[in-house]
């Protein structure tokens, strides 16, 4: 949640790139189609959904939610499988019913 200049709060999604000048992921990410829809997210969020919904285990695991060599966030006890698989569907649902400046 982030506030806007009149103090309303609203979703927000932050895209950051750690390589040194950027690798060009973000950007493909945000880059609009001709119509000015966001496919390449939309697409993101809908493969990454199918992964975390697909996944076979309980809560999280290395397939799915925990990155590798991460020593502050891979904890079971803050990541959730099915809320991360909520999380992505509604994202979807608001990107795919949205005009093109959600998508
Ligand atoms: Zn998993």
């Known amino acids: 949640m982030v506030a806007d200049e009149r103090g309303a709060f609203a979703q927000a ?8 000048g950027g690798s060009g992921v973000c950007q493909l ?9 966001h496919t390449n997210f939309a ?14 285990c309980e809560v999280a695991c290395p397939k799915c939610l925990m990155q590798y060599g991460c020593t502050a966030k891979n904890s079971l006890r803050t990541l959730s499988r099915q809320q991360v698989t909520s999380l992505l569907t509604g994202a ?7 005009g093109p400046d959600m998508q």
């Not at 932050?14 to 390589?19: A, V």
């Not at 697409?43 to 919904?53: L, N, P, S």
């Open 13 to 20: 999604v932050y895209l950051y790139d750690t390589e040194p």
């Open 29 to 37: 990410l945000v880059a609009q189609d001709k119509h000015g829809r």
């Open 43 to 56: 697409e993101a969020v809908r493969v990454m959904g199918q992964k975390v919904d697909l996944c076979n």
């Open 92 to 98: 979807l649902t608001l990107i795919e019913s949205s």
